[in-house]
């Protein structure tokens, strides 16, 4: 048996692997008629749509370096260096317009690691199920695309709430798109400037509401959107994962740390009000973030807030 079932795995790719060379033969011949489908090419990628436009496949990337020097400074070891910030090549699927998923590896810094693996359902507008690993719905700009970022590094708020996380998020768009809202729950994250993992068996719930009044309006006011974020939920460090925000410059450089044995050890939320508005070729972006969590070292126990705009 187990040299058999190798055997059958192995006839079942080439099977699939055939299956998958006609139908893109088919695309590429094909199109034309309507009963194939179609390949494409562009800014937004590499794309395989079928010919009813009822399955899509892209495959894209996004490749950043740069380099970071501190004159007349006294720096630790290694902080003057060349990075490879970002490099992560991304396939996204769509299915019957009803399902879709992401995957996404970033070879950056840091990595190699999975930066976005989810699935989503598609019931309506006003409702979509998400799971997986994920952008958690708080920081205005953590929730913007790398790609289009104005400046070399996001601002100090980013580093208070989460980046991603793996969870479960109900979100939507109501009001002809000019409400969103996004609920979610994560096995938590004390902040982007320090990622760390799952530490406790306690969950993390995340909520996020962002309004568009003026959307479609051609007004000046046509880009505004406000919005207010939080997340809350209780986590345990450990003498391994502290799980307590860290905070860094805008140089990827620590201002701010914590005595050895300190931990987290109880409640933690953030609040983020955030808004932001495109007119024309400017755009203006606009976040308070506030976070209070419970740090503990041996036997005394202290509540941290930390805030950032």
Known sequence: MSTVRPRLFVVLLAVLGGVGIGNLGMAQTGGASGTGGDVQAGKEGFRVVSGDGAFALRLRGDLYADARFFPGTTE???????????????????????????????????????????????????????????????????????????????????????????????????????????????????????????????????GRVFAVPFAGTNGMWEGLGVGLAGTVGTVTGTAATPALTGLRTTGRQSFFGYRDEARADGRRWRLAPQARLYAGPVALLGTYTVTTETARRGPDQETLTHRAW
């Not at 991304?90 to 950056?108: C, E, N």
């Not at 999975?114 to 019931?123: G, L, M, S």
């Not at 580093?159 to 998020?169: I, Y």
């Not at 004390?190 to 969950?203: L, N, R, Y």
């Open 76 to 206: 630790p070891a290694g902080a003057e260096r060349f990075f490879l910030r970002r490099a992560r090549p991304r396939l996204q699927g769509r299915v019957y317009d009803r399902f879709a998923f992401s995957i996404r590896s970033d070879f950056g810094i840091g990595g190699p690691e999975i930066d976005d693996a989810f699935v989503e359902a598609r019931f309506a507008p006003a409702l979509r199920l998400r799971m997986g690993r994920f952008n958690v719905p708080v920081g205005l700009e953590v929730l913007s695309s790398s790609t289009g970022l104005m400046h070399v590094e996001r601002g100090f708020p980013a580093g208070l709430v989460p980046e991603r996380g793996v969870g479960v998020m109900l979100a939507g768009d109501v009001g002809a798109g000019r409400l969103h809202y996004a609920l979610g729950l994560f096995n938590g994250a004390p902040g982007a400037s320090e990622p760390g993992g799952d530490v406790d068996d306690a969950k993390e719930a995340a």
